[in-house]
């Protein structure tokens, strides 16, 4: 396995907004098995999304209940309630921390492909499952890179000045 390059804020590539995939490969198995490869190199990492490792397609990985990875593939959120605030980081901003709200419980309808001490599938199937608290955050997050937002996007202005000054200094 190797270890991929995660793309820094403000590389203009995060964004993208990832096309969806339409057929599973094996350059996919082999890129899923990669970007879980980098969340075990980065060890607080919970979520990865393809578009950070420079793929613009709809996959990213989420570590539920903080142990099990789980790909997933074209995710829709079809339904979100409850609110409450939580320190948000990303592997794109290291060391930026802030209080972001997002829904509490997410349910999401997406394709997968199991990895691991699973069997080779060569093709990803359709799974619809409710998640909750932290594990509806990493979902949220891995979502927004999807789409091309960031999690600089739900700063303050004030927040955004400062983070813009870190980065100009690096």
Partial sequence: MKKLEILMYPDPVLREKSAVVVNWSDDLTELVKNMQYT??????????????????LRIFLAKIN????????NPVIVESWDTFGIQEGCLSFPGVF??????????VKYQT?????FPYVTEAYSVTNT????????IQHEL???DGILMYDHFTPQ????????????
Wanted: hydrophobic fraction near 40%; aromatic fraction near 6%.
């Fill in 144 to 146: 927004d890179h999807l």
């Fill in 66 to 73: 903080n142990k099990d990875y789980e790909v997933l593939i």
């Fill in 98 to 107: 802030d209080l972001i709200n997002r829904a509490k419980y997410v349910k």
């Fill in 131 to 138: 998640f909750r608290d932290l594990d509806a955050i990493i």
């Fill in 39 to 56: 969340m075990e190199c980065n060890n607080d990492a919970v979520g990865l999304s393809a578009i950070q490792v420079g793929v613009p």
């Fill in 159 to 170: 927040f955004q000045k400062r983070v813009d000054k870190r980065i100009r200094t690096r």
């Fill in 113 to 117: 492909n199991p990895i691991g001490e």
